[in-house]
């Protein structure tokens, strides 16, 4: 009988609902996890904001912090890409349909989208870390929201596209134009229709405009940095660019001291911090 | 209201207390002394020792190693029972005593609690024993306290020669003194004198004015490999430390339970990621995380410095580092270098 | 300053002078008046607070793996670093020709925690003399022998004088008594498994896993110790009485024909945990059973690291 649940550290009880690869070499799957007690999931994304990550947890294992990669609209369960890394991570791409894990969250901060609002939106990825761009843009397309905001594009590079997550949303998104989806892979391949070259390029080619716009970069260190001087040649302001940081973490609540940059903790002032605020702290990435 | 409490009389009444709490006192332990529950024996009792106890009294309340939920096979979890039955700390210094205020803003914050530090705080009745003679280690009064501070204290105690003076600061403390006789006029005229000599004694070890400016402009400067070269990278200093706090969170499959262990930003697996990258790859980067957090981070944070100046970190380093050299040094470093 | 520490510095001041060295690892004076601190001189300029006394309690050796290997480093050796450095470059960590080691022989490190222990009250300061040290604290002022206050392994070192260092300076000092010298292992040899037990749980249970012992060990430098290991996990995480046993037996036993008996692992430690007694025991071993003491040159394996196609058991499997 589950105890008395007062402690942050107590993660919710799950299970999981389905689990299938993301990527062409299987080192991305994204899995489902629906909720033990159906009340813990409208407590969930009550409390969600697109951009926040969570502790999931695997009695024996320990716990592994990922970003939250699906909307509240989509139905009763949350999902996470994962890629396999450690302990954690490969015991989750191992995992079966109707095993038991947990979930503590959601944790940090998350895009600041009220501030956002009327704006258009540039969410600039690459790799794993696409995945709460990809979340954020399910949860403003797919509700009532989308008219608070100006027009949404997508600047999403993978290495092939057999490396890129999400195929079904992407194939929909070029077909429907609900947003402006540029895709863009590191080399050529027979009969590919869209862009080829790094995300820095692309973002160069697409030339999105600085005006009333924010732009959301996530994505391997290597893109971030050479994307944002990219961005600062566009005209965008260090203020208009947001990004999700990445640091080890444990107990997702501010606590256990260790993912700090300077004064701010990751897990719980971050992880999303805008360029301005990064230049104030101490570069200790 | 200030009490009395005779020396020939402490057995009597730590005898007392013990009958409605679980009363903690420094005793002997191996070849020092730390802070264990109070069996009676008067005899252990270390009130007299020159030094802090070397194992902080921190561990009361945030144990070295603690367990966080046991689970079973399919998947559930329970909590362990909070520690909410009353205790007593008695003869705590007042830098470990204000170690603790300091740590509530970390496991007391507004946004999350820790359950498991608040019902031991909560629970916990505080006997702070001033210090007449502090150590060479000592700098309390450099970091914003003293040696008689008050903070987080539900009584000050203070050695009068034959007999200790306590004044009972809360209304627990009261409550404990309520069967000890009044101190008189004069014996409260002697607690003054102790206080403000023991105070005044105390020599400034550093200048704290700018020293966060200072630390803040000198993030790149080679000040850091200079200062770290002869450090171990043990955890000696984090471990002793009163404030630190950091701690780890595993599973241990064989007992199916989660446990948190502390940790220290001086080990190098400490910050280091999954993919193997590591953002304090060297001690360098490690020992400026341990200075920077205690007189830059906290400062941000909550307006106070992170260290209360006990001196153990001082006393035990294996290499003799001195962080209050360290900081004289850091304090003279130049601030024109300040980040964008 | 004595008359060695003059000659050590001079020496030190050399070495920098005429580039025979990038760096001098010593000693140099701190505040707290037990510990002198590690220090790497770089030019001679650097020279004004060196020291060098039997409060020096730090194996040196221990830096050496710090440097690349180009690095041209001069030392201060006593016996044991002397051993040290030999092993390490027998371990291939630092190349012969790029260390030049200055040797002291040595007349053991004072213990500090027995001089703390023995006042009993605060020290303000320490006056070392030929064979004695004067202690003040506030209110009074110790005299004791310098035999009182060795460090065990000080006490029974059968090896004070480097033996293979570059220069030594000092004249040579008397070996301690080897039956003396055993007397910590037969003690604990002599118990039975009960009371060895015993004793091994009382000293361990006061660890704190801050791994002090480990840092401050010449011959503890693998990238990852087996504690910090995630798979497969070696030990657990907690202060519990298996996790803190398993660190100090395997500790020591990684440490089998590699340990010189410094004792720098006992006197780091910050909860007084002896340790020396099961290393003691593993060098007894490696000397009775293979003839084997490390460090005594820099070419020898030690036995379990050597392998010839003629080893009575099979290796693996």
């Known amino acids: 009988m589950p105890n008395q649940q007062v402690s942050p550290y107590t993660p919710i009880p799950m299970h999981l609902l389905r689990s299938y690869p993301e990527s062409v070499d299987g080192a991305l799957r994204s899995i489902e996890l629906s909720f033990d007690n159906p009340a813990d999931c409208r407590t969930f994304y009550e409390a969600y904001d697109p951009g926040q990550f969570c502790q999931i947890s695997i009695f024996g294992k320990g716990e592994s912090a990922i970003g939250v990669a699906s909307a509240a609209w989509e139905g009763d369960f949350v999902r996470f890409t994962v890629q396999r890394m450690g302990v954690v991570t490969t015991a989750l791409h191992q995992m079966q349909v109707g095993d038991a894990l947990g979930i503590r969250g959601p944790l940090g901060n998350g895009f600041p989208l009220n501030e956002w609002k009327g704006k258009d939106l540039i969410f600039i990825g690459g790799g794993s870390a696409f995945s709460t761009l990809y979340a954020t843009v399910l949860h403003i397309t797919g509700s009532s929201l989308k008219k608070e905001f100006g027009r949404i594009s997508v600047i999403y590079g993978t290495r092939s596209s057999g490396h890129a997550l999400y195929k079904e949303s992407l194939k929909r998104w070029h077909e429907n134009h609900e947003i402006d989806l540029f895709q863009t892979i590191d080399n050529p391949e027979p009969n590919w229709p869209y862009m080829v070259g790094f995300v820095p390029d692309a973002v160069r080619a697409v030339k999105p405009s600085p005006n009333n716009a924010v732009a959301i970069v996530c994505g391997p260190p290597i893109m971030t940095k050479f994307t944002l001087p990219i961005l600062e040649d566009l005209g965008f302001k260090p203020e208009a660019v947001y990004t999700s940081l990445e640091k080890r973490m444990k107990c997702g609540i501010g606590k256990c001291g260790r993912c700090n940059i300077g004064p701010k903790y990751v897990c719980k002032d971050g992880p999303v911090f805008s360029l301005a605020e990064l230049h104030t702290l101490p570069n200790e990435l | ?340 | 300053m004595t008359d060695l520490e003059m000659k050590l510095k001079a020496e030190a001041k050399r070495l920098l002078d005429e580039h025979l060295v990038d760096v001098f690892i010593g000693f140099r004076k701190e505040n707290a008046p037990l510990h002198p601190q590690p220090a790497f001189f770089t030019n001679s300029d650097q020279l004004d607070d060196f020291v060098y006394n039997n409060l020096c309690q730090n194996n040196l050796a221990k830096f050496l793996t710090r440097y690349p290997h180009e690095t041209k480093i001069g030392m201060i050796v006593r016996g044991c670093e002397n051993r040290s450095v030999n092993h390490l470059i027998v371990e291939r960590q630092h190349p012969r020709e790029n260390i030049i080691m200055i040797g002291v022989p040595c007349t053991g490190i004072y213990d500090w925690r027995k001089i703390t222990q023995r006042c009993g009250e605060e020290i303000s300061d320490v006056e070392l003399s030929p064979g004695k040290i004067t202690v003040k604290t506030s209110k009074n002022q110790f005299e004791f022998e310098s035999k009182e206050l060795l460090h065990v392994s000080c006490a029974r070192c059968s090896q004070p004088n480097p033996i293979s260092a570059d220069l030594v300076i000092g004249e040579p000092v008397e070996p301690k008594d080897p039956a003396r010298a055993k007397r910590q292992v037969e003690t604990f040899g002599g118990m039975t498994a009960k009371a060895r037990y015993e004793w091994f749980t009382h000293e361990s249970e006061r660890c704190i896993r801050c791994y002090a012992c480990r840092e401050a060990c010449p011959m503890c430098y693998c990238a990852e110790c087996f504690v910090d290991h995630g798979a497969p996990r070696w030990t657990e995480s907690m202060v519990s009485k298996a996790g803190m046993q398993t660190w100090h037996i395997i500790r020591a036993f990684h440490q089998t024909g590699r340990c010189v008996d410094c004792g720098a692992c006992e006197r780091a430690c910050p909860m007084d945990i002896r340790m020396t007694y099961i290393t003691e025991k593993l060098n007894t071993d490696m000397e009775n059973e293979y003839q084997f003491i490390c460090g005594m040159d820099d070419k020898t394996q030690p036995p379990f690291a050597a392998f010839t196609m003629d080893d009575k058991t099979r290796f693996v499997a």
């Not at chain 2, 700018?210 to 471990?239: H, I, M, P």
């Open chain 2, 1 to 340: 209201m200030n009490y009395i409490l005779s020396r020939n009389d402490i057995p009597k009444v730590l005898e007392m207390w013990s009958k409605t709490h679980q009363v903690f006192a420094p005793q002997k332990y191996s070849n020092f002394s730390a802070f264990l529950p109070y069996e009676g024996k008067a005899e252990q009792l270390c009130l007299e020792y020159p030094h802090n106890t070397r194992y902080p009294p921190k561990a009361l309340f945030l144990p070295q190693s603690e367990e966080l939920l046991s689970y079973t096979k399919d998947g559930q979890a329970s909590e362990p029972a909070l520690d909410a039955k009353p205790k007593l700390i008695f003869g705590i210094h007042a830098c470990d005593t204000r170690a603790m205020t300091l740590l509530d803003t970390v496991f007391d914050a507004k946004d999350y609690q820790d359950p498991f530090w608040k019902a031991r705080r909560e629970s916990t009745a505080i006997i702070t024993l001033g210090c007449d003679e502090p150590c060479s280690t000592c700098f309390c009064t450099t970091v914003e306290g003293g040696p008689f501070n008050r903070q987080g204290a539900d009584i000050i105690m203070t050695d009068i020669g034959e007999s200790f003076h306590l004044e009972a600061l809360t209304p627990k403390g009261e409550n404990l003194c309520k069967d000890l006789p009044y101190a008189s006029a004069a014996e409260d005229r002697k607690v003054s004198n102790v206080q403000e000599k023991a105070t005044s004694d105390m020599p400034k070890a550093f200048d704290t004015e700018g020293l966060k400016t200072a630390l803040d402009a000198n993030f790149d400067s080679s000040y850091w490999e200079e200062v770290q070269r002869s450090c171990l990278g043990c955890g000696v200093c984090t471990f002793l430390c009163p404030t630190c706090f950091c701690f780890d969170i595993a599973d241990e499959a064989a007992r199916s339970k989660r446990y948190r262990n502390w940790d220290t930003c001086m080990f190098s697996v400490y910050s280091r990621e999954a993919s193997g990258h590591n953002p304090r790859p060297s001690r360098k980067e490690r020992t400026r995380q341990r200075l920077m957090h205690k007189y830059s981070y906290w400062v941000d944070q909550i307006g106070k410095i992170g260290c209360t100046g006990c001196g153990r970190c001082v006393r035990y380093c294996p290499v003799g580092l001195d962080i209050r050299a360290m900081l004289r040094e850091a304090g003279k470093l130049p601030v024109e270098v300040i980040h964008a």
